[in-house]
């Protein structure tokens, strides 16, 4: 079937007020970037709805990717027809007789912008009803909870039909909610992390640290993979790649080994908290589960986040492994996320690490370090990518192999 638009209707937006502009104009730029790769859309937003016009291109590939962007309610798939009720009748039955199966209930349900159209809803459902009752008398007219819906949509420009509702990924518009930093490593868990910031409006960046030699370049690239399966609910994530090969070399050279992921991740904290503050970022995320490492324990986590003051958000925090692999497996991280690369979280990862580090102890073995040298250096050797959703970074089949040999 050859539609013709897409209508989408809002989610949490019916619930801001004064705000809804802002909402409806941040969706319509993140739909835009999701939809790219389809340049012959016209992409109307209104108050109440927003209208896609497909102008020849495939509804299907369309719609899927449009189902990830967050802010959208539900959306239905259309077909125009000329204000004249015999076209009307033809698209009517046309939709029902490739839509409907045999012998279910429906009914019609109207909607009218153009109030010069010389039937109201009422007439209209009453006319489209009659008609379908001539020509599809196998059909049953149900008015509460029928089987299908047939919605109309009379328009300036045309009269829009449609049997489909298609829920959408809800949430709120990605940005509305503020800018910040996600800790993202190679594993499991950073990546829901990010789904579950996009989804509540946050525009989030990847900030990634790598630390050649001793992490490979398919390390690298997995990395940006994850934030390009991300991509599709936003349009785009700037990913931030932060060498961090001299930072780790001194601290295994200078912190005793139980102390060495702690202090670690202070710097990984510190650098991430100068990088949004350069980059405006409010807070940031990461993907911490209370108890699931020696790092992520309560006493590590205080520990840690005694270098800064910036806002930590962690989503997964109170989630099981179970949960989060599910969720991931859910937005298609998971295969990516166990590719056996090395990262930097896990190089130099000490036998027996401090599962509960004291604040004071690892304070003074951060003082064993040069912080702000080896800091302003690695900030100097920061780069910048912006990433869409049909970048490709690693062929996971051959990635793999490569490494193993």
Same mark, same amino acid.
Request: neutral net charge; glycine residues 6%.
């Given at each position: 079937?050859?539609?013709?638009?897409?209508?989408?209707?809002?989610?949490?937006?019916?619930?801001?007020?004064k705000?809804?502009?802002a909402?409806?104009? #941040?969706?319509? !730029?993140?739909?835009?970037r999701?939809?790219?790769?389809?340049?012959r859309l016209?992409?109307?937003?209104?108050?109440?709805?927003?209208?896609?016009?497909?102008?020849?291109e495939?509804?299907?590939?369309v719609?899927?990717?449009?189902?990830?962007?967050f802010g959208?309610?539900?959306?239905?798939?259309?077909?125009a027809?000329?204000?004249?009720m015999?076209?009307?009748?033809?698209?009517a039955?046309?939709?029902?007789?490739?839509?409907?199966?045999k012998?279910?209930?429906?009914? $019609?349900?109207?909607?009218?912008?153009?109030?010069?159209?010389?039937?109201?809803?009422n007439?209209?459902?009453?006319?489209?009803?009659?008609?379908?009752?001539?020509?599809r008398?196998?059909? $049953? &007219?149900?008015?509460?909870?029928?089987?299908m819906?047939?919605? &109309?949509?009379?328009? *300036?420009?045309?009269?829009?039909?449609?049997?489909?509702?298609?829920q959408?990924?809800? +949430?709120?518009p990605? +940005?509305?909610?503020?800018?910040?930093?996600?800790?993202?490593?190679? !594993?499991?868990?950073?990546?829901?992390?990010?789904?579950?910031?996009?989804?509540?409006?946050?525009?989030?960046?990847?900030v990634?640290?790598?630390?050649p030699?001793y992490?490979?370049?398919?390390?690298?690239?997995?990395?940006?993979q994850l934030?390009?399966?991300?991509?599709?609910?936003?349009?785009?994530?700037?990913?931030?790649?932060?060498?961090?090969?001299?930072?780790q070399?001194?601290?295994?050279?200078?912190?005793?080994?139980?102390?060495?992921?702690? &202090?670690?991740?202070?710097?990984?904290?510190?650098l991430?908290?100068?990088?949004?503050?350069?980059r405006?970022?409010?807070?940031?995320?990461?993907?911490?589960? &209370? !108890?699931?490492?020696?790092?992520?324990t309560?006493?590590?986590?205080?520990?840690?986040?005694?270098?800064?003051?910036?806002?930590?958000? *962690?989503?997964?925090?109170?989630m099981?492994?179970?949960?989060?692999?599910?969720?991931?497996e859910?937005?298609?991280?998971?295969?990516?996320?166990?590719?056996?690369?090395?990262? =930097? =979280?896990?190089?130099?990862?000490p036998?027996?690490?401090?599962? #509960?580090?004291?604040?004071? *102890?690892?304070?003074?073995?951060?003082?064993?370090i040069d912080?702000?040298?080896?800091?302003? #250096?690695?900030?100097? +050797?920061?780069?910048?990518?912006?990433?869409?959703?049909?970048?490709?970074?690693?062929?996971?089949?051959?990635?793999?192999?490569?490494?193993?040999?």
């Amino acid at each position: 079937m050859q539609y013709s638009e897409i209508m989408v209707r809002y989610g949490e937006l019916s619930t801001k007020g004064k705000n809804r502009q802002a909402f409806i104009g #941040r969706l319509n !730029g993140n739909v835009t970037r999701a939809l790219h790769e389809f340049p012959r859309l016209t992409i109307r937003p209104k108050r109440d709805r927003m209208h896609i016009e497909l102008n020849g291109e495939p509804s299907d590939q369309v719609m899927a990717r449009l189902s990830q962007v967050f802010g959208i309610q539900n959306f239905s798939p259309s077909i125009a027809a000329e204000k004249d009720m015999d076209k009307v009748h033809a698209v009517a039955l046309q939709l029902m007789n490739e839509t409907a199966p045999k012998g279910i209930s429906y009914k $019609v349900n109207t909607r009218r912008s153009d109030h010069d159209f010389a039937l109201d809803t009422n007439a209209m459902n009453l006319d489209l009803g009659d008609y379908l009752t001539d020509k599809r008398p196998d059909l $049953v &007219v149900k008015m509460h909870q029928p089987d299908m819906i047939l919605r &109309v949509e009379v328009r *300036r420009e045309a009269i829009y039909l449609s049997t489909k509702t298609i829920q959408g990924a809800g +949430g709120l518009p990605v +940005g509305t909610a503020g800018k910040a930093a996600l800790m993202l490593s190679g !594993g499991i868990d950073s990546p829901v992390a990010g789904y579950y910031a996009l989804k509540r409006g946050v525009d989030i960046e990847m900030v990634h640290f790598f630390s050649p030699p001793y992490t490979s370049q398919q390390a690298l690239n997995k990395a940006k993979q994850l934030t390009a399966k991300l991509t599709p609910y936003v349009g785009r994530i700037y990913f931030i790649e932060v060498p961090f090969t001299e930072i780790q070399e001194e601290i295994k050279a200078k912190v005793p080994e139980g102390y060495l992921m702690t &202090v670690q991740r202070r710097l990984m904290l510190r650098l991430t908290e100068a990088i949004a503050q350069q980059r405006g970022d409010l807070a940031i995320f990461n993907g911490e589960s &209370v !108890g699931q490492v020696a790092s992520q324990t309560l006493e590590s986590m205080a520990a840690i986040n005694d270098v800064t003051t910036m806002p930590i958000i *962690r989503p997964v925090a109170t989630m099981d492994k179970n949960e989060i692999i599910a969720e991931a497996e859910k937005i298609d991280t998971y295969d990516l996320s166990i590719m056996p690369f090395e990262d =930097c =979280c896990t190089i130099f990862a000490p036998p027996s690490p401090k599962t #509960r580090p004291k604040t004071d *102890r690892a304070r003074y073995y951060e003082s064993k370090i040069d912080v702000a040298g080896l800091m302003d #250096r690695a900030l100097a +050797g920061v780069k910048i990518q912006e990433i869409k959703s049909s970048d490709q970074f690693i062929n996971q089949d051959q990635d793999v192999i490569a490494e193993l040999l």
